[in-house]
C-alpha cells in the first residue's frame, strides 16, 4: 500500500547547533533521580555539614533580624540573569533552610500541629517530585492513581465508611473543609431545586451552617469563599469539655425559621487548641432528623483511628457525609496531606466536568480516566505517594505507638503542669495538646501580657517554640485570657526533654514578669 | 528570690518503659537528612537499578491492565497492621512509580502542560518536605518565608508590576484563578456597598465574569465554587489566531444592563491548546474604561517571560489587578507551583484573619507575622524552595533558554507536520504547543474517531503519549473536530526526537484507519 511503502520524510534541519543538555538536568530519567540523589549527598550534604545548625528549635533573634540575615544569606535581589549552577544553588538554599528555619525534630518545639516528617515519607515526596505525576487524567500519572486509589480505600475501611464512600486528597485542611462544604452546599440547593452550579447561591434561602464555637476558622473562610458569607455560621456552645452541646445544636436547628437553608452541622474530632472531639453519634442523629449534611473536621484527630488505645475517641465517625483528615498532622507526613472523604461516591457529582483535552468521552469510555472529577484542582500533586511508603513502612501499628507516645508526653506535661504552682492547668490532654497558663501573682492584671510575652522570649532566645491561643478559661461567656499550649507531635521526644521544656517556660515567665526582675535586681 | 531559689519539680515517672527511636526516622534533623539520602542512593536505588523501566514514556497496556498491575505491585489490600520497614517500602513505591508511571523525560511524553522536572528543582523539594515548613505563621518557618518573599519580589519585577504589588504562591493555576476572582468579586461587591466576606453574593446583582470563549475551564469552575454560578461567565469570540476580540468583548460590555456587575475580564496569555495570548493592551484599556478588574489567566505564558526573544509576547501583563502563573509548566518544576500575583497588596483584604492560635495583634506588632493573609490555605507548603533554587541555579539566560528550544521544537514540528500530506496544521507555534489532526482521504466521515483512536493506540503501545483537543478548525462557528496535539516542555529532546515522534503518529493513523487495514490484509 502507498501508505506503507512511501519514504518517510524528514524535516528541515532547523538548529545545526542544536543544544544538547545531558538528561540528567531533568530529575525523573535514572540518571536524573541519581543526580537528586548525588546533589543531596554531595553539595548540600557538604553545605549542611558546615551550616550553623541552631541548638534549639530556631535560630535565636527577633523576626525582623532572623528574615533580613536569611534574605542577606540568599545572597541577592531579583531573579539572576545568569545561574551559580546546581550544586552551588542547592548548598545555599539548603544552609537557608537550615539556619534560619525551625527543626521541627526538636523536642522543644511544640507550637503547631505540624509535626516532624518522617524520614520515609520525605523520601518517598521525592520521588513523587521527581515523577511529577498528576491525578487528573490517567496519562497524566497512571501509578499515582493506582496509590491514591489504594491509599482512598485504606482511609475510608479506618473511618468505617461504607461501600458506597470515596475520596481525594487536597492541598490542606481548609481546602478540605471548604470542598466538604461545597457539597453540602450544592446539595442542599438541588433539594431546593437549585442549579448552584449553574446558578449560582443568590436564590438560595438563608443558608446556614452550623459548627461549635472552638471550630477551625477555616469553616468561616470557606463560607466567605462559597459566596455564603461568614454571617451564614451558626456558633453552637460548648461543653465544659469543650464539645459541641447536641442539645443546643437541635434547639437552633429547631428555631431555624423556615425561609432558612441549613446547608451542614460541622463537628469538630480533634479541636486546634484542645483535640476535644464532639459528640459525633449525638449530633449525627440530629443531622439524620433534620436531614442536614454532616461534615466532620477529623483534620488533627483522624490519626487517633491508628491508635487502638484512642480510636474509640473517634465513635460515630462513620455516620459522617463527609470528612476531613490531615495527614501532616497526626500522620507525620510534608504538608500537604490532606484528604476529603465522602459516605457516598455520587456527591462529587457537583465537582465532575468534561474537558476535551483531558476526558472527552470515547477517552472514558475506553478507560482513560483520571481524578479530575473529584477536585477544584487539574494539575494535582501526588501526595498520596509519600502516605503509601509511609503506611507500608510502618503500618497502621507502628502509626498507631506513635500517636501513643504523643498522647503519654501530653499526659505527662499536664502532671508536670498540674504539679507547678506557678502553672495552671487549663485544658487537660485529650490527644496531643495541652493548654495552660503561667499565673503571676505578683501581677495578676498583666498575666495576658506577660503570657504572650514569654512565648515570644523563648523564640528570640532559640530556646523553645510553644503554642499559644485565647481561651475562656472561667467557663462560657468568661473573657477570653492568653494561654500557652504545648502541642506534642514528636514521637522521640521524652518525658525528660519534656521536663526540661517546662523548667524553661518557667524561667521565661520569671524573666518576664517587671517585678520579679526588680526584685531580683 | 523564691522563684529562682525554688528545686524545679520533676513530673511522675509515667513510663519506666519509655519508646526510645532513633532520631534518623524523622526527616528534618541532620541524622535524619543523612537518613533520607542514605535510603534513595540505597534502597530505592538498588530497586530501581532491577525494575522494568518502560521503553517509551510509559508501560505498555490498557488503562485497566495497567492500573491492575500497579495495584497489585502495591502488593497488598488495605492498610497493613504491620510495617514492612522503610527501605522495604520505599523500594516497593519507587518500583511502582517507575514501572508504571509517566516517563515525562522521554523525548515522546508530549502530551500536557506537565514537563519534567529540573533536577535541582526536586533536590531543593526534598529539603523543602524534610523541613516540613508552613507559610501561615514566622514560627511555622521563618526561612521559608523569607525565600517565598524573595521569590514574589523577582517574579513581580518579570512581571513589570509595580512598587505596590503582592503576590503569593497556591496550590495550582486553578486554584490561582479562583482567588484572582474570589479578590475581583468580593472588591466589586464592595464597590457596591456589600461586604461580600460577612453577607455572601445573593446580595450582589447580575454578577458577570468575561472571558475569551478558550479560556481555561476553570473559570467557570471557579465561579461555581464562589457561588456566582456557570452562568455568570461570558464567553468573548476569539479571532483567527484564537485569541479574546476586543471590540466583541467592549461590546459587551456596553450593552451589559445596568441591573448587572462586571466583576472580571480574565484574558488569557496562553491558552492551553493554542498558546495564544490575547491582547492584553486593548483589553487592560477596555478593562480600565469599565472600571472592571482585569485577571490575566498567564498559567502557561507567564514563562515566555525568562526568553528574551518571546518576552514581548507578553506586552501589556503590567497592566493586570491580577494574575496566574504556573511553573509547573513553562517553568520545570514539580507540581505545584502555582502563584497569584496582584497589583496591589491591599487587594489581599479580603483573605485577611485575626486568628487567636496564629496571629494574635501582639505578636503581630512584634514582627511575628507570617503569610495567613494571603491566602484560602492554612498549612501552606513551602514551595518556592524549588524555584528558589531552580532560579540560583539556572538563572533567567538558562530557563530562557530552554523556552526558547521547545519553542524551536515547536516550530520544528510545524514544519514537519506542513510537509507530510497526511497530517493537518490545526494551529500554528505560538509558544510550544502545535495542534495538528490526521487526514484520511480514504474515511473522511471517521476522521474525529480515528484520531481519538491512534492516540490511544500510542498509550496502549507505550510508543507515545500526545495530547487531543477539538477545536473548530473551519473557523467561528464549525463543528468542532478531534485534533492532536504536541506540548513540548522537554529542553533534552532533538529534532530527530521529534521527527521519529511524528514517523509514530503516521503510522497509528494507518494501523487505525480500517480501510487501509483491510487493504494491507
Known amino acids: 500500500m502507498q501508505a506503507e511503502t512511501e519514504p518517510l520524510k524528514r524535516g528541515p534541519e532547523l538548529a545545526p547547533q542544536w543544544p544538547r543538555r545531558p538528561s540528567s538536568v531533568l530529575a525523573g530519567s535514572r540518571e536524573g533521580l541519581a543526580a537528586v540523589t548525588a546533589a543531596l549527598t554531595g553539595a548540600v550534604g557538604s553545605a549542611l555539614a558546615v551550616a550553623r545548625w541552631p541548638s534549639g528549635p530556631m535560630r535565636a533573634g527577633t523576626p525582623a533580624d532572623v528574615l533580613a540575615a536569611a534574605r542577606t544569606a540568599l545572597g541577592m535581589e531579583g531573579i539572576p540573569t545568569e545561574g551559580m549552577g546546581a550544586e552551588a544553588a542547592l548548598a545555599r538554599i539548603g544552609k537557608v533552610l537550615v539556619e534560619y528555619g525551625l527543626h521541627l525534630s526538636h523536642p522543644h518545639a511544640v507550637a503547631h500541629l505540624q509535626p516532624p516528617p518522617l524520614a520515609v515519607a520525605v523520601a518517598a515526596d521525592a520521588l513523587a517530585s521527581a515523577s511529577n505525576a498528576s491525578l487528573d487524567t490517567y496519562d497524566s500519572g497512571p501509578s499515582a492513581i493506582a496509590v491514591e486509589r489504594w491509599l482512598i480505600g485504606g482511609l475510608i475501611e479506618l473511618a468505617g465508611l461504607g461501600a458506597q464512600a470515596d475520596g481525594v486528597l487536597t492541598p490542606g485542611g481548609s481546602m478540605s473543609n471548604l470542598m466538604g462544604l461545597l457539597l453540602a452546599r450544592d446539595a442542599a440547593a438541588l433539594r431546593r431545586g437549585i442549579d448552584a452550579r449553574r446558578q449560582g447561591v443568590s436564590a438560595l434561602p438563608g443558608p446556614v451552617v452550623l459548627c461549635s464555637e472552638l471550630a477551625h476558622f477555616s469553616i468561616q473562610r470557606a463560607c466567605a469563599a462559597l459566596g455564603l458569607g461568614e454571617d451564614a455560621v451558626r456558633l453552637v456552645p460548648t461543653d465544659a469539655r469543650r464539645r459541641m452541646r447536641p442539645d443546643a445544636l437541635a434547639a437552633i436547628l429547631r428555631e431555624l425559621p423556615p ?70 498532622k497526626l500522620g507525620w507526613q510534608p504538608a500537604a496531606t490532606s484528604v476529603l472523604l465522602v459516605s457516598n461516591a455520587s456527591n462529587f457529582s457537583a465537582l465532575e466536568r468534561e474537558v476535551a483535552y483531558l476526558n472527552p468521552v470515547d477517552d472514558a469510555d475506553a478507560g482513560y480516566e483520571g481524578l479530575l472529577g473529584r477536585s477544584l484542582q487539574t494539575t494535582r500533586r501526588p501526595d498520596a505517594v509519600k502516605v503509601a511508603a509511609t503506611l507500608l513502612a510502618h503500618g497502621r501499628r507502628g502509626l498507631g505507638d506513635m500517636v501513643d507516645t504523643c498522647h503519654d508526653l501530653a499526659k505527662h506535661a499536664e ?99 517587671p517585678r520579679l526582675q526588680k526584685g531580683a535586681a
Not at 464532639?278 to 442523629?285: F, N, V
Open 259 to 328: 425561609e432558612h437553608t441549613p446547608l451542614a452541622i460541622v463537628a469538630t474530632a480533634g479541636t486546634t487548641d484542645f483535640g476535644s472531639i464532639d459528640p459525633l453519634p449525638q449530633i449525627a442523629a440530629i443531622a439524620a432528623e433534620h436531614g442536614v449534611w454532616l461534615h466532620v473536621d477529623a483534620a488533627y484527630g483522624f490519626g487517633a483511628l491508628f491508635s487502638e488505645r484512642l480510636a474509640g475517641k473517634l465513635h460515630g465517625l462513620s455516620l459522617a457525609d463527609s470528612v476531613t483528615l490531615d495527614l501532616h
Open 415 to 513: 502532671q508536670r503542669i498540674n504539679a507547678e504552682p506557678e502553672l495552671e492547668l487549663v485544658a487537660p490532654a485529650e490527644l496531643t495538646t495541652v493548654v495552660f497558663r503561667y499565673r503571676c501573682s505578683e501581677e495578676p492584671e498583666r498575666e495576658d501580657e506577660i503570657n504572650g510575652a514569654m512565648r515570644r522570649r523563648l523564640m528570640e532566645t532559640g530556646t523553645a517554640l510553644i503554642g499559644r491561643t485565647s481561651v475562656r478559661t472561667e467557663g462560657p461567656g468568661s473573657p477570653e485570657r492568653v494561654c500557652l499550649k504545648f502541642t506534642l507531635l514528636n514521637p522521640t521526644t521524652t518525658p525528660e526533654d519534656l521536663d526540661a521544656l517546662v523548667d524553661a517556660v518557667l524561667a521565661a515567665g520569671r524573666a518576664c514578669t
